[in-house]
C-alpha cells in the first residue's frame, strides 16, 4: 500500500521565480494537509484541502496557493519566491475533514526547496 | 495556537525511561503524538482524543488530561530506535492539526 508521494524530493529556484510541488495522498485518504518545516522547528501549517476546496488556512501569503484535483491528489504554489520560503514542504494525507473523528495523519518524505 | 513541548532536547541512555509533556492555552479536541527521524517524514504514533483515556503500544504510551489541555508521552524502557524529535499535534476542534516545535530525544548505548 503507497502511502503518501511527493514530488520533486529536492528543489533549487531563484529567487522571484514560481514552484510547483505535488502530493498523491494515501490510498482511501480524502484530505491533503500542506506543511512547511523550518530546518529544527515543527511543520508549519499552510492549508487543507478537502473535497477539492480549501477549507483551512495557516497564517502564510497569498503567494501560497493551492490545489486539489478529483483523484484526491495536490498541489502546492508559490510564486514569487523568497529566501525565506527555503524549506522542507510536508504534505499530509488523512480521511476525513479535520475536526470530525480524527485518525492520524500519513507525511510524505517532503519536497525540500532552497530558494537562492 | 501553537502547543509548548517541555523538555526541548534529552539525552537517555538505553533502558531509561522518559516522559515529553505537550500543553496548549485552548480546550482542546485531540492531540496527535508524532515522531520524525533526521531527513525522514513526521511518523504518527497515537491520537488521543477529549475524555483522558491513555493509549499506548509496546514500550510507548501517551496520557492526555482534559482539563488541562496537557498530554504526556511515555517512552519506557528506551531503545536506540527511539532517537528522533518527537512533536505533538493538537487540535481544537474544527481547525487544522497544529504541532509544538518539536523535543529532540537522544538514546545512547
Known amino acids: 500500500d503507497a502511502g503518501v508521494t511527493q514530488s520533486p524530493t529536492h528543489l533549487i529556484k531563484t529567487r522571484g521565480q514560481q514552484v510547483t510541488l505535488r502530493c498523491s495522498p494515501k490510498s482511501g485518504h480524502d484530505t491533503v494537509s500542506w506543511y512547511q518545516q523550518a530546518l529544527g522547528q515543527g511543520p508549519q501549517f499552510i492549508f487543507q484541502y478537502y473535497e477539492e476546496e480549501e477549507r483551512q488556512r495557516g497564517n502564510f501569503p497569498d503567494r501560497f496557493s493551492g490545489h486539489q484535483f478529483p483523484n484526491y491528489s495536490s498541489e502546492l504554489n508559490v510564486n514569487a519566491l523568497l529566501l525565506g520560503d527555503s524549506a522542507l514542504y510536508l504534505c499530509?494525507?488523512?480521511?476525513?475533514?479535520?475536526?470530525?473523528?480524527?485518525?492520524?495523519?500519513?507525511f510524505g518524505s517532503g519536497t525540500r526547496l532552497t530558494v537562492v | 495556537q501553537q502547543p509548548v513541548q517541555s523538555p526541548q532536547a534529552v539525552i537517555l541512555r538505553e533502558g531509561e525511561d522518559a516522559v515529553i509533556n505537550c500543553s496548549s492555552s485552548k480546550a482542546l479536541y485531540s492531540v496527535h503524538w508524532y515522531r520524525q527521524k533526521h531527513g525522514e517524514a513526521p511518523v504518527f504514533l497515537m491520537i488521543l482524543l477529549k475524555g483522558g483515556e491513555q493509549k499506548g503500544h509496546e514500550k510507548i504510551s501517551a496520557s492526555f488530561n482534559e482539563k488541562k489541555q496537557q498530554s504526556s508521552l511515555y517512552l519506557t524502557a528506551s531503545q536506540l530506535s527511539y532517537s528522533g524529535t518527537y512533536f505533538c499535534?493538537?487540535?481544537?476542534?474544527?481547525?487544522?492539526?497544529?504541532f509544538g516545535k518539536g523535543t529532540r530525544l537522544s538514546v545512547i548505548a
Open positions: 499535534g493538537t487540535e481544537e476542534g474544527n481547525t487544522p492539526l497544529v
Open positions: 499530509a494525507s488523512s480521511f476525513g475533514r479535520t475536526g470530525g473523528a480524527s485518525y492520524g495523519y500519513t
